[in-house]
């Protein structure tokens, strides 16, 4: 692939000096070379390659292959869901996002708990894989807002901008009540989120129970429920922290 057939070394060392042209180039479906040179150009440091190397480097190791049509080039899939997965854990996750999780979960719960009554495994199966993929985004997107308020809160107390002191704390607050919210209402026993994730834990219970002809199915509800546990506690700590 192309991100294993170069040296993995040079591979992150450049996209770490680069982190923000390759943020732009994840907008580009397609990109032609004096596009490319453009954006390159724009996004290079003072006293870092010119444009024309930094687009070279972004071939030779594989942030870029050319498209099948010719004239232009693409990002290779791996790469993209490479990029795609470390952005998503930098930018904060908002209630409304958060909200949609929760409710994605319990849909998959209430066609998880069929499957279970209707004795359909191979469907359990599917909806249990699609459950924990869900339960991982929710731990990681929660973990992503704590690092984000964290620094976002250092950045306001550090106020490189020389922002008046009201105009900085006001930030902070947004911050707060935007995005320390989702994580308030996860693990606030009082909020509806709470109830809907102790429905689906004695879902996942239910089924290791019920479909004991199908030890690998029992298994992928224990491990399923493992990792609700799991992603509860962290965004707990990850909430409690956020606090400090």
């Known amino acids: 692939t192309p991100m294993a057939a170069r040296n993995p070394q040079r591979f992150f060392n450049f996209a770490a000096e680069h982190y923000a042209l390759l943020e732009e180039l994840l907008r580009f479906e397609l990109i032609t070379d004096a596009e490319l040179l453009a ?124 922002l008046p002191l009201r105009a900085r704390y006001e930030n902070i607050a947004r911050i707060f009540t935007d995005y320390l919210s989702p994580m308030r209402e996860i693990i606030d026993p009082t909020e509806p989120f709470q109830g809907q994730l102790d429905q689906l834990d004695q879902t996942l219970g239910r089924g290791a129970e019920s479909l004991l002809t199908q030890p690998a199915v029992v298994e992928q509800c224990q491990r399923t429920r493992r990792r609700l546990t799991r992603m509860r506690q962290h965004i707990a700590a990850d909430f409690h922290q956020a606090m400090l």
């Open 39 to 162: 954006l390159a150009a724009r996004q290079r440091k003072e006293y870092s390659a010119s444009a024309e190397s930094i687009a070279a480097s972004l071939i030779e190791l594989g942030f870029l292959e050319p498209a099948p049509e010719g004239g232009a080039y693409e990002m290779p899939l791996p790469v993209w869901r490479f990029l795609q997965y470390v952005r998503e854990q930098y930018h904060l996750t908002s209630v409304r996002q958060i909200a949609g999780y929760i409710e994605e979960l319990d849909d998959l719960r209430q066609r998880l708990e069929a499957s279970i009554e209707q004795q359909q495994p191979a469907q359990a199966a599917v909806l249990l894989t699609a459950i924990a993929d869900t339960i991982e985004q929710v731990r990681q997107d929660m973990h992503g807002n704590r690092e984000k308020i964290t620094n976002e809160v250092q950045a306001a107390r550090a106020n490189p901008e020389r």
